[in-house]
């Protein structure tokens, strides 16, 4: 309870929406688009060990959806499961070339511009009610 004057204006209350929940996604794109995604389980976290695994159930699928390309360039941000040793040794092994995070630059830092905007403009204003609508 609160106390006021008995001249302070009425307290407004807002109608409560429901939360969104939230979704962690790997999306490994080039130029022509999005080559494959991956979206992670509900509840779970990306740590080192788990986007190991996604690039290993992915590796065969990034290198052959662009058959054109010699070999694979990643470009990573610093985040924790990217800069891990574990990742580091794993992409050592595959070979794969990785480019450096530039700063928050539109034209260094295509993701925040070529692949979160379309994104955000292409979900905005969406209800999706389970993860499966999302995938499909």
């Known amino acids: 309870m609160t106390w006021k004057h008995p001249f302070s204006p009425v307290t407004k209350k807002f109608k409560v929406q429901r939360s969104a929940a939230k979704v962690i996604a790997t999306v490994f794109w080039d130029a022509k688009g999005v080559i494959l995604s991956h979206i992670l389980p509900k509840g779970q976290y990306i740590n080192s060990a788990q986007y190991c695994s996604t690039l290993d159930r992915h590796r065969d699928v990034i290198r052959c959806k ?19 040793n574990l990742t580091q040794q ?6 794969w070339e990785i480019l450096p995070h530039p700063t928050h630059n539109l034209d260094l830092a295509p993701s925040d511009f070529h692949l979160f905007g379309p994104l955000k403009r292409h979900l905005g204003g969406m209800a999706l009610e389970t993860e499966g609508d999302l995938v499909s």
């Open 66 to 84: 662009r058959p054109e390309r010699k070999g694979v360039v990643l470009q990573h941000d610093n985040a924790t499961p990217h800069s891990a």
């Open 90 to 95: 794993r992409l050592q092994r595959y070979g």
